[in-house]
């Protein structure tokens, strides 16, 4: 896991450290470049880099990294209390549209009347133009949802991003039921 997480922490920093490193026009017998044995080497060899080298936004990025994972997908989510969800009934008229669009989120889960969702109404996907105000919101959704869990890893919501090209997912708690939702712009938000 280490080895990994190392992996990535040298991908990242490589090409930062080498506007730092001299060139010499002279041939020198290259030495085999230091790489940390043990999570307090790297932890030291953070520590010492010069604040000129690495911000504080680059080592809020290489701890991210790190943590990545440890971080379950619960961590990230909106909670269901923040969640807007819209009435497959409900119409699509100025008053509707606008509270959709306010809220900041672009994707929201469509309820039958039974209160069971019945897909994703994706507002990217609506053309304001060509919505009638008597269309109702389940005429225009997306019936494939997607799920995790709160406690999947974020390793693997990148897994089932890359299976299912989605960018948007339910997640369901422990008893199966929805506890928020997930998207690939708050992986990216921890991340970068």
């Known amino acids: 896991m280490w080895t990994r997480i ?62 990545f994972d440890d971080r379950k997908v619960g961590e990230l989510m909106v909670p269901k ?27 929201f889960p469509v309820l039958d009347g039974r209160g069971k969702i019945k897909g994703i109404l994706c507002t990217a996907a609506l053309n304001a133009l060509a919505i009638k105000k008597t269309d109702k919101a389940g005429e225009y959704i997306d019936k494939q949802i997607y799920y995790l869990h709160v406690g999947d890893s974020l390793e693997f919501a990148i897994e089932e991003i890359n299976n299912t090209s989605s960018d948007y997912f339910l997640v369901l708690d422990e008893n199966e039921a929805v506890a928020g939702f997930f998207t690939v712009q708050m992986l990216l938000d921890y991340l970068i």
């Open 81 to 107: 209390d923040k969640m807007i969800f819209v009435d497959s009934q409900e119409m699509l008229g100025p008053l509707t549209l606008d509270k959709l669009y306010k809220s900041g989120f672009m994707n």
């Open 6 to 67: 190392l992996q990535k922490f040298v991908k990242f920093i490589d090409p930062i450290l080498e506007r730092y490193r001299e060139h010499r026009p002279e041939v020198k017998k290259a030495e085999p470049p230091y790489s940390p044995k043990t999570l307090e080497d790297f932890i030291g060899v953070i520590q010492r880099t010069p604040k000129s080298v690495l911000s504080k936004k680059d080592r809020e990025r290489i701890a991210a990294i790190m943590s």
